[in-house]
């Protein structure tokens, strides 16, 4: 029996972290270009990928901006990429939809409900903010829903899926996202191999604790049997720990900057430094590393040579 392999996955930017919270976090297209780069270098077979206003650094969904780092990525690495569809919560449906329909790419994130998506607790720690919009952004998350209704899902399903050939990173913030996927499964909309994201730690999604990877992983057994894979992100200093576990249990994991600002107790200079740090725990547990050609075909994507970028 061949030996399992583990995918890696590299969320390079994001849309929670700002710049004042670390001088590392790629904002412009030529950082996040060279970022996701390394990483795939370092081991990444997926590259999940935001942008951002290089002005000032604040998420936006502009595919302008998108299509000034996706052809050189893959350009300069075989790296599965995968586009956002949150984007921010502050975000619209169609203003999310925008690159990855314009870049009809392998794969792209899809929220599995709505939810409290709660940033503003990051406000509690004194620091100097460099751009205005920082605080205002962290702070309006507290009376705001990021809105993916069963309309909105569908809508993601057909003009993504259907319509592009795109698969999905199903990311479950919570035990009631994976049951929202099984109907989706059950209705013919979704389609094994199903590579689902169990997303810990962000305020009003499930907590960051074994016990709770351990329920969700039951559930998911309960649900797709055999037909899926699972992966593991965890927020901040639940990263390492959590997505560690996740390896031991026959899952993925994920890295990157978007979900933690650290390397250990320092703040990650790189993402690329965060994916050297896994590598050396799934070489410890004796686990190998996905190519990004076993990750397409682990996940049945339609191949790099059928994107629009």
């Not at 949150?86 to 009809?104: H, I, K, N, V, Y």
């Not at 209704?149 to 035990?175: H, I, N, P, S």
């Not at 049951?179 to 962000?202: E, M, T």
């Not at 037909?227 to 576990?245: D, E």
Request: hydrophobic share 40%; with cysteine; glycine share 8%.
């Amino acid at each position: 029996m061949a030996p399992r392999k583990v995918i890696i996955t590299c969320a390079v930017t994001g849309s929670v972290h700002t710049p004042s919270m670390s001088p590392h976090l790629p904002v412009t297209p030529d950082q996040i270009a060279a970022e996701a780069i390394a990483a795939a270098e370092a081991g990444a077979s997926i590259l999940h990928l935001h942008a951002r206003d290089p002005r000032d650094g604040r998420p936006t969904a502009d595919p302008d901006v998108f299509m000034q780092f996706l052809p050189r990525i893959k350009q300069a690495t075989d790296a599965v990429i995968n586009i956002t569809t949150g984007g921010s919560s502050l975000m619209t449906l169609d203003q999310r939809l925008a690159a990855p329909l314009r870049a009809e790419p392998e794969m792209c994130s899809l929220n599995m409900g709505s939810m409290n998506f709660a940033l503003f607790p990051m406000l509690d720690r004194p620091r100097q903010w460099q751009h205005e919009w920082e605080p205002t952004l962290l702070g309006a998350t507290r009376d705001t829903i990021f809105k993916n209704t069963f309309a909105d899902m569908e809508t993601v399903l057909e003009r993504l899926g259907k319509g592009c050939g795109t698969r999905f990173e199903f990311e479950c913030y919570d035990v009631g996202h994976l049951y929202s996927l099984a109907h989706f499964r059950d209705r013919g909309l979704v389609s094994g191999p199903l590579f689902i994201q169990f997303v810990f730690g962000i305020l009003g999604g499930i907590g960051a604790d074994p016990d709770n990877l351990v329920h969700m992983k039951r559930i998911a057994d309960k649900l797709f049997g055999d037909s899926y894979q699972f992966s593991v992100l965890a927020a901040g200093r639940h990263q390492m720990p959590m997505i560690t576990i996740s390896a031991a249990m026959g899952g993925n994991v994920r890295v990157g900057l978007e979900d933690s600002l650290y390397d250990g107790r320092q703040l990650a200079k790189s993402n690329a430094d965060q994916v050297r740090r896994i590598r050396s725990m799934l070489d410890g547990l004796s686990l190998d590393v996905a190519t990004p050609a076993e990750a397409r075909e682990m996940l049945a994507l339609k191949g790099g040579d059928r994107v629009a970028f």
